[in-house]
């Protein structure tokens, strides 16, 4: 028989009362919460003020991106390919593995080894 899980949801009054005992006491740690909250933890109760005022707290985690690989800079680092990269990438695709098992456990193709360019 597969066990059963009891899901404790966030009532709207207990939703206020969180948001009233924070704005009481803004800097006070989580872990005096316990106990206040019938059925959740201080850390619970963090989590739920944390999503609950979100948006008021202007979150980075809202539309902003986190760094220079996001968004519209993502596109613009993309295209910006120097033509003699796409010239090297190409004459690679043009060597075909030394045999069937190289290609199989792919083994580089010929030159582009370390011991191949050892000697150059």
Request: charged content about 20%.
């Amino acid at each position: 028989m597969a066990r059963r899980y009891d899901y404790r949801v966030w009532t709207p009054e207990q939703c206020t009362q969180l948001l009233a005992w924070r704005a009481a006491n803004p800097k006070a740690p989580w872990c005096e919460a316990d106990g206040l909250f019938v059925g959740f933890t201080g850390a619970q109760a963090g989590s739920k003020w944390a999503k609950l005022t979100r948006g008021a707290r202007g979150s980075p985690k809202l539309g902003r991106p986190a760094g220079p690989l996001r968004g519209e800079h993502r596109f613009a680092i993309a295209n910006d390919v120097p033509p003699e990269v796409i010239a090297d990438a190409a004459a690679r695709s043009a060597l075909a593995p030394a045999s069937l098992t190289a290609a199989f456990f792919g083994d580089p193709l010929p030159g582009r080894s370390a011991l191949d360019q050892r000697g150059r």
